[in-house]
């Protein structure tokens, strides 16, 4: 597993940097597009709707609705919905970390609707937040570089730090595996890149403990997303989203942290007067 893991990470990690670096902005929207939609496919899949014609339909209508949104939507109304979404999801991991859910949320995420409103709200703001990031400021695709190996290496600290020191559990109800030495060790390797990115690249809000601070949140909500995605598995008794990438299960198995830390890492820049 681990070294599948190592083969995947080779050879998308050098074409994902080629593309944030060299692409313009509206192109790098597109491709987020087409992850969130094979994101989609597989939540779609994990929600047990597994006739393709209606995941189709569904697909065309999350691209639709997503689209609309997108084009006729102040950004500020997208992000102060993505806040709204991750505030809650917050909430519901820490109320529920440690306990089953009740009766009346394992319905209500195993409603398909629910399912589908939470993918558009979830993915629409992921997409915004990915090409505002990218074109807002000067160092836009350093920043969604930045932010993307934030969370690549909090992942990568949060699972060899738990394998070898975890014992306390995070969210036993929710992802058995998952320890609060994995989190120190999630926060350490980042806040290590934090530093190197500050003093090799510079940072928007120029000042380091800011800059600390603000990642260290990061990685605290990139694990919430994490979470959120065992909620829903859980639901549906559902082990990984698919297998599209060897080692790390499928695409929404990747990409669960960053579609809570690229929305908040965005409006967070934005709050605090990033330049």
Not at 22 to 31: F, I, K
């Amino acid at each position: 597993m681990l070294k599948q893991r190592l083969i995947t990470a080779a050879i998308l990690i050098p074409l994902v940097v080629w593309a944030l670096l060299g692409l313009q902005s509206g192109m790098v929207t597109l491709l987020f597009v087409a992850i969130s939609l094979l994101a989609a496919w597989e939540w779609l899949s994990l929600a047990r709707i597994d006739n393709s014609a209606m995941k189709a339909v569904l697909l065309s209508l999350l691209f639709l609705l997503g689209g609309l949104a997108m084009l006729s939507l102040p950004v500020i109304v997208i992000l102060s919905v993505s806040l709204f979404v991750w505030l809650s999801a917050t909430l519901l991991v820490l109320f529920f970390a440690n306990k089953p859910l009740n009766s009346m949320l394992v319905t209500l995420f195993q409603s398909k609707v629910f399912v589908f409103i939470v993918m558009l709200l979830v993915l629409t703001t992921f997409v915004t937040s990915a090409g505002l990031l990218h074109s807002h400021w000067q160092q836009g695709p350093a920043l969604v570089l930045y932010l993307l190996v934030t969370v690549w290496l909090a992942d990568s600290g949060g699972y060899f730090a738990g394998k070898r020191f975890g014992r306390h559990k995070l969210a036993a109800a929710i992802s058995p595996n998952k320890t609060w030495e994995g989190v120190y060790g999630a926060l350490a390797l980042a806040l290590i890149w934090a530093v190197a990115f500050h003093f090799v690249v510079g940072n928007p809000l120029q000042n380091l403990l800011s800059w600390l601070l603000l990642t260290g949140f990061i990685v605290m909500i990139s694990i919430v997303g994490d979470l959120l995605e065992s909620v829903f598995k859980r639901s549906f008794q559902v082990k990984d989203s698919g297998q599209l990438l060897p080692g790390h299960g499928g695409m929404l198995d990747r990409i669960d942290s960053l579609l809570a830390a690229l929305p908040i890492f965005t409006t967070s820049l934005l709050i605090l007067g990033a330049g």
